[in-house]
């Protein structure tokens, strides 16, 4: 294709409903659409869980301190990515059903 701007043949077989590649190649892609949605969910629902634990009030011999506010982030992120993998909020479904519609790919 000449000039300034090429579609790459991967976009344009898409966008006319056929694929390029093995099923291989469409199982992979869809494999990344999956992961990289259920990320998206994660950070999403850590972002919605800051606030929640920011207004946690936790006091001596147990809790508080320098150290818990350092490492209250990696907590609220680390059950986020738990939720998320445990099937999450629908969050990860959307995304995913919009990432490969916009690919040109079905579920």
């Not at 291989?24 to 869980?49: I, W």
């Not at 207004?55 to 147990?62: I, K, R, Y």
């Amino acid at each position: 294709m000449s000039g300034a701007f090429a579609v790459p043949s991967d976009i344009l077989l898409a966008q006319q409903g056929r694929t390029a590649g093995s099923t291989g190649e469409l199982a992979s892609r869809k494999q990344k659409a999956a992961e990289t949605a259920q990320a998206f969910e994660a950070s999403f629902l850590s972002a919605m869980l800051q606030p929640m634990f920011a207004s946690l009030n936790t006091e001596a011999p147990f809790g508080g301190g320098k150290g818990e506010e350092m490492f209250r982030s990696f907590l609220t992120e680390a059950i986020a990515k738990q939720v998320a993998k445990s099937g999450g909020v629908g969050v990860a479904d959307t995304v995913q059903r919009e990432m490969l519609k916009l690919q040109g790919l079905t579920e």
